[in-house]
């Protein structure tokens, strides 16, 4: 009796459709915001995130890259098939992996810390040329020494396009890395999504078998 009163409370014909769409935008808003916010909170905790900008700026924009990320991945695989859904959490999950190395090794050889820990800042790969005759005149300096008489400015010890080379290398590396790892958890979610309508198909399925099983056996004449 409960399940009847529930089938007949469910919307029906064109409103059914909506309320679906709606059910399913506010699962997608939820993923959106999660996602979304994780950047900030990395961030917050770890302070692994590219030097340059700021710390505000590198967080939404890595927000806008996962929720772009995030809609075009749903998109784009949802007609694709579910065997092949497996194959793309598998290669994404090495993109991802091989770009936080190849972004961890980069940091390491191109971030320093600035007066502390929670400022740093990426530095470039060629000397000034007044730099490199001042470290020849005065063995007693070293780069460290200049940077901190420089005020941890970079672009005053390193040539101004080399420092901006590595700016620009880092925070595209973590772009990208955000980006294949937002691929990675929408992928997987729609695989699994996919794989528990599935599942639930088959099992009614079974059910309407089962029903259909009974009822030609009801309708046989018993002798």
């Not at 460290?144 to 400015?153: C, D």
């Not at 080379?165 to 979610?189: D, E, H, M, P």
């Amino acid at each position: 009796m409960q399940n009847e009163v529930n089938e007949n409370l469910k919307p029906s014909g064109a409103l059914q459709g909506f309320m679906i769409f709606v059910s399913d935008f506010k699962i997608l808003l939820f993923y959106i915001i999660g996602l979304g916010g994780s950047p900030w909170l990395i961030e917050y905790i770890f302070n692994i995130g590219p030097p340059w900008p700021n710390t505000a700026a590198v967080s939404a924009f890595t927000s806008i890259v996962i929720w772009l990320t995030l809609l075009w991945s749903f998109a784009s695989w949802e007609k694709v098939l579910q065997v092949e859904l497996t194959i793309l959490v598998k290669r994404f999950c090495i993109v991802t992996f091989c770009l936080l190395c190849i972004y961890a090794v980069v940091v390491t050889w191109f971030v320093v810390p600035a007066d502390d820990f929670q400022n740093r800042e990426a530095i470039g790969f060629i000397l000034r040329p007044e730099i490199v005759e001042e470290l020849e005149k005065d063995k007693s300096k070293t780069i460290k020494i200049l940077f901190e008489g420089a005020e941890y400015e970079p672009t005053e010890i390193w040539k101004p396009w080399t420092v901006n080379c590595i700016r620009s290398l880092i925070i595209l590396i973590w772009f990208f890395w955000f980006g294949s790892l937002s691929f990675v958890i929408s992928t997987f979610i729609l695989h699994q999504y996919r794989g528990e309508l599935i599942r639930l198909k088959n099992q009614e399925e079974k059910v309407d078998e089962i029903k259909n099983g009974s009822n030609i056996s009801s309708n046989i004449p018993h002798e």
